[in-house]
């Protein structure tokens, strides 16, 4: 029986294709809480915010759960002062659907004041304070938690300004990434590809194997870490970070030496084990 070699590329693509989304970590972004008396519009736009931060990463799945569970998960919140990020019984049965991380948060404060000019026209100026955290649904145990701001003026310009209030907080929460949450939730582990200059026995810049395949961009930062083998046991020492310059590729970028010049230098040149991951 003769079988069309069409077919099977297609097939082999969509397996391919199934296999990097199942690699993919699923992520639910739970409700975030309210601890300012903001206007409940803000905290909803905060969790989309976090929620489109997430997306473009191109890192994890958004976690969708299914219409039962969605509805006795709105019977509980009508039911309970427990969020679904505090109720155990929740996070595991999400676990059970799924999800492999929850995202969660608050909104902690929203600062906002007004300037008016010399032609009587006001502008608002917004400065939000949020917490974000992501939960293992499997013990309710916290992996990460930052709390953060946003809004704020760099050298007294460009805050997050606007003609309403409104327009303010979402000029703020335009600024918001979850980036402390993607590095939790996935995070990323690859390699030095090669250096890219030495000044004076000092290592200031390579190349690595991490790019826009991975959502890498232009100032994230990695630790260098030296792997080796104790008796049976693997070790990992950070020797050194890096902060990524310009990303070249879709596998590769090109980094500046923040911290260990000396000691990644001499660890590379010593063709020890070397590899860059999330920091």
Not at 21 to 45: H, I, L, R, T
Not at 127 to 133: E, G, L, N
Not at 188 to 206: D, M, P, Q, S, Y
Not at 231 to 260: A, F, W, Y
Request: glycine share 6%.
């Amino acid at each position: 029986m003769k079988i069309n070699c069409k077919i099977l590329l297609l097939f082999a693509f969509f397996a391919m294709n199934l296999s990097l989304c199942a690699a993919k970590p699923n992520v639910f972004v739970a409700d975030f809480k309210n601890e300012c008396s903001a206007k409940p519009e803000y905290v909803a736009q905060l969790r989309n915010a976090v929620i489109q931060s997430l997306i473009g990463s191109q890192r994890i799945n958004i976690f969708t759960p299914d219409a039962d569970m969605l509805q006795a998960m709105e019977e509980r919140r009508r039911n309970s002062s427990n969020f679904v990020a505090d109720d155990i019984e929740m996070l595991r049965e999400l676990e059970r659907k799924g999800a492999n991380s929850i995202v969660t948060g608050s909104l902690d404060g929203v600062s906002i004041s007004s300037k008016t000019n010399d032609k009587g026209e006001k502008t608002y100026t917004a400065i939000i304070s949020i917490t974000i955290r992501a939960i293992d649904p499997q013990n309710g145990q916290v992996i990460k938690s930052v709390s953060l701001k946003y809004g704020e003026p760099v050298l007294g310009l460009f805050g997050a300004t606007g003609k309403s209030e409104d327009a303010a907080v979402q000029k703020a929460m335009d600024e918001v990434s979850a980036w402390h949450m993607i590095e939790a939730v996935a995070p990323l582990h690859g390699r030095i590809l090669e250096l890219e200059k030495v000044n004076k026995k000092k290592l200031e810049t390579l190349y690595i194997d991490l790019g826009s395949e991975e959502g890498v961009g232009r100032g994230h930062t990695f630790a260098i870490m030296l792997q080796r083998k104790i008796g049976e046991m693997d070790s990992k020492t950070r020797i050194g970070t890096i902060e990524v310059v310009e990303v070249q590729g879709p596998k590769v970028s090109l980094c500046k030496v923040k911290k260990g010049k000396e000691e990644i230098l001499d660890a590379y040149n010593k063709n020890q084990d070397l590899c860059v991951d999330s920091y």
